[in-house]
């Protein structure tokens, strides 16, 4: 079998950022987010990288990475745009965004073949995350059996603003039954984590599952 593959999202246009945050460097050798995530994955056994991007950005986003990714794994390229699959519906003028994750996944129909994980290009996952992700993919992964991996909310938020999450449902043998995407979570002093919706703040506990993408 195929060692899996690891799927990044970074079509996004980083519209609150300000800029191509997927390439913007941090570490102290100018480090992008995703490729300590990359390197996660090549330790863990991922064989190959797929880059979901926007066509007008691709020189520049391959300028980026393939310099750093060369020779350690390998890589691909999907090209997301908003007429793909969407014959029949009619694309609002005033749209530039991207459509969403599972748009995203569409576009790598034909392309992506073998058992896979999806990421976030600037979000930061941890090692074991990836070693958990390719021993499902390895070992129990099937057309009618995927996974989800959880983290503790309080361990995913931020001090500088609010985050966006996937507040999971589980059930008592650890089956996900509902994701409902919450896009403004935070710690609210004096009373613990809430979301807000509408402009109704609602709790959360520390322990809730929630998703990264």
Request: glycine share 10%; net charge negative.
């Amino acid at each position: 079998m195929s060692a899996p593959i690891l799927v990044v999202l970074a079509a996004g246009m980083a519209s609150r950022y300000g800029s191509m945050k997927q390439t913007e460097g941090f570490g102290p050798s100018g480090e992008t987010i995703m490729e300590y995530s990359i390197y996660d994955a090549i330790r863990a056994g991922f064989g190959k990288v797929v880059f979901i991007i926007r066509a007008d950005f691709a020189e520049a986003f391959k300028a980026v990475v393939e310099p750093k990714l060369k020779g350690k794994i390998e890589i691909g390229y999907v090209f997301q745009s908003l007429d793909q699959y969407t014959e029949g519906f009619s694309i609002p003028q005033e749209r530039t965004k991207p459509w969403g994750t599972a748009h995203a996944l569409l576009c790598t129909k034909g392309v992506v073949h073998e058992p896979f994980a999806v990421i976030n290009a600037d979000d930061y996952y941890g090692q074991e995350a990836f070693v958990e992700a390719y021993t499902f993919l390895t070992t129990t992964c099937s057309e009618k059996e995927y996974c989800i991996l959880g983290y503790e909310l309080a361990n995913t938020l931020s001090e500088n603003g609010t985050v966006s999450r996937g507040v999971c449902s589980v059930d008592a043998a650890g089956y996900l039954t509902t994701i409902n995407e919450r896009t403004k979570i935070y710690r609210k002093e004096g009373a613990g984590i809430v979301f807000e919706e509408d402009g109704i703040e609602t709790p959360l506990q520390e322990d809730t599952r929630v998703s990264m993408n």
